[in-house]
């Protein structure tokens, strides 16, 4: 308890403790920002709702990146990324989230943040502003990353606890009127102050109803998490041809042009999307640097990088985040044999793809 009072102490006096950082992991799974204060860092117990919510997301197979610029917690927790900072209020993390944004590209954020502008009783009534104005520049910087708000958990403080609850009851409108990519996670319902170590951080039994709500959350966003490693993927069929998007050969060399196939059900029709890279044989579809209407599309080893990552929903476009272009099947051919390239987007049929 005393440490809890201190900390809270030098909060508000706006000294605040950084975990460590460390040299990022990266699978090269789907990125997922871990993104607030304490309770993302996890306070009191380190790691805090990372460690349930990872070790779900890997028994179900799904590969996960969790990005950010903290580093901490135990070896149960298989990637230790994270930007969660002790102390730090809504405005604090604002100045921040562009640079953050730029340098990881995360595909999925997971935010919990506002606990500490009540504990610190730092111009409350302004929060859910400043808040708004966080989802703004989070959407202005990834326009293509899906966010989970969480309403804040409960604090033992009775009073505080009253300015949680008026918080959260302004967080329904704010994240609706974010557009589809943001969603609200009623983080508050999960716990209880029984489940709280110092009346403001989780029990470990605490932060693992935390990782069990965000895990349901992640689910029911298709693509947030990408798809379960287990699985081999997903066909690409061409709306205008019936057929399916095939590297020649099941070839893994750097350069092969897809093309159109019959459907095979073969592995070198199969396609894993993690909301942003399209996967082939474990390598990458990629729009090539300098890429202009007509150049081919190809697969190359994966970096991460924005020429391979593309935006598509089943039944519509496969766009490059990088070229603007998109996958077309040349000159409107069915024929088996007959090239993938990039394309100025038209979402005319021979650009539309469904996922099978």
Known sequence: ????????ALAAVGVVAEPGAASAESNGGTRVMPLGDSI?????????????????MATAGYRVDLVGSQFNGPAALGDHDHEGHPGWRIDQIDANISGWLRTTTPRTILLHIGTNDILQNYNVAGAPGRLSTLLDHIKAATPSADVFVATLIPLANSGQEAA???FNATLPGIVSGKGSRFHLVDMHAALTTADLIDGVHPTAGGYDKMAATWYAALRSVPGTIGDPATGTGAALV???SGRCLD?????TANGVQPIIWDCSGGTNQRWAYDGQTLQS????LDSPTGAVAGSKSQLWDCT?????RWTFTSGST??????????DVTGNATANGTAVVLWTCTNAPNQLWTRR
């Open 247 to 251: 590297v020649p050969n099941g070839s």
């Open 318 to 327: 496969i766009r490059n985040a990088q070229s603007g272009l998109c996958l």
């Open 238 to 240: 061409g709306t205008a």
């Open 281 to 284: 044989g474990g390598k990458c």
């Open 304 to 308: 991460g990088a924005a020429n391979q």
């Open 164 to 166: 949680a609850r008026t």
């Open 1 to 8: 308890m005393l440490a809890a009072v201190l900390a809270t």
């Open 40 to 56: 993302t860092e996890g306070t009191q117990v380190p790691g805090g709702y990372r460690i349930g919510l990872w070790q779900r």
